[in-house]
């Protein structure tokens, strides 16, 4: 929220985005705007000034967290062991998009362009933070040449959404995501 506005405009601001939060956090990416305005008592108008689109909302509510899944994967980034320091950040990040209903919406990227992670406010983020860990098990020879960060977190968003409807999304997307890393090659 920008610092300039005038003091009800950032109570407004203040206001809607716990709302928000609430809303989200028990209906998801398809929370009514309607409903969170009437909630927080100002127009719908008001909503969508402060935030243009269901994105913009989305990201908001779920900015303090993508900082703290930003600031983990800095915090591994001396890590000795590269690899585990990338599926320990990419796990948290499976467990945060599932406990947090509406991220993995928030993460989608719309188009199919390669500057579509920079479309993306939270997407944008994870990029950033999750590119040392990434480049650094890359040239350490354990995660393969050519991937991306957003391909990764392309696999994420496919595991919690394939996820969110099943009675324990949590160890469903566990499950799924441990899958992927090790692949299907039988272990021996």
């Keep these: 929220m ?3 506005q005038r003091a009800d405009a950032r109570r407004n601001y203040a206001r809607i985005l716990a709302v928000a939060e609430a809303e989200v956090a028990a209906h998801g990416a398809a929370a009514s705007l309607e409903q969170i305005a009437r909630t927080a008592g100002v127009g719908s108008a008001t909503v969508r000034r402060h935030f243009p689109s269901r994105r913009a909302l989305l990201e908001a509510v779920s900015r303090k967290q993508m900082e703290a899944l930003c600031a983990h994967a800095r915090g591994l980034a001396d890590s000795s062991d590269s690899r585990g320091a990338l599926l320990e ?3 948290d990040v499976v467990t945060y998009s599932v406990s947090a209903r509406g991220l993995a919406a928030a993460l989608v990227y719309d188009g199919a362009g390669s ?6 406010g939270c997407s944008a983020m994870l990029e950033e933070a999750g ?3 990434l480049r650094r098990a890359v040239q350490d020879g354990t995660v393969a040449t050519g991937i991306t960060v957003a391909d990764l977190i392309t696999l994420v968003v496919g595991i919690v959404l394939a996820t969110e409807q099943r009675p324990d999304p949590a160890a469903a997307a ?3 995501f441990r899958l992927a890393v090790a692949g299907l090659s039988p272990q021996g």
């Design 2 to 4: 920008p610092e300039g």
């Design 89 to 91: 950040w990419l796990g």
């Design 115 to 120: 500057d579509d992670i920079y479309e993306n």
């Design 131 to 133: 590119s040392p860990l």
């Design 174 to 176: 566990d499950r799924l």
